[in-house]
């Protein structure tokens, strides 16, 4: 299954990207996220193991996430109950205070989450994440809201 978003956002780039970029936050802001700890870091590289509870079901997974600072951030399963999944966010640059945030999801469900995780309920699912991303960046900001993203 594959899901696709394209926001036009006012923000600068580089404050989405950081905001998406710090796993650790996570469980502040990201809907069903428990908990989310770095458990090994490089510049341009770090592992992350996350809780996750959707319906009733909690899981754990284990990722390697990729980043170019501030253009993009590249999320791979290593562990968890996915027979796949890779995460791709891609940050373009408009003008100072605007960007493009690409968002693509590309993932094969195991038998234990089939049920739960219905193709609707991820895409709602990934809407709902992508604009709490958006409003983290805005309260990091401490402006005003953003317009609603363009999709």
Known sequence: MQIRHTLLVAQPAERVYDVVADVERYPGFVPWCEQARVVERTDER???RM???IR???FELTTHTFTRRPESIAVRLQEGPFRSLE???DFTALTADACRVAFSLSY???PVLEGPLSTAVAERASRRIIDAFISRAD???GGSPSPAPRR
Request: charged share 35%.
């Open 56 to 58: 009733r079901v909690g």
């Open 46 to 48: 770090y592992v992350t």
């Open 51 to 53: 809780r996750v509870a």
């Open 87 to 89: 995460l791709d966010w």
């Open 108 to 110: 094969e469900l195991s």
């Open 139 to 141: 309260q990091d900001r």
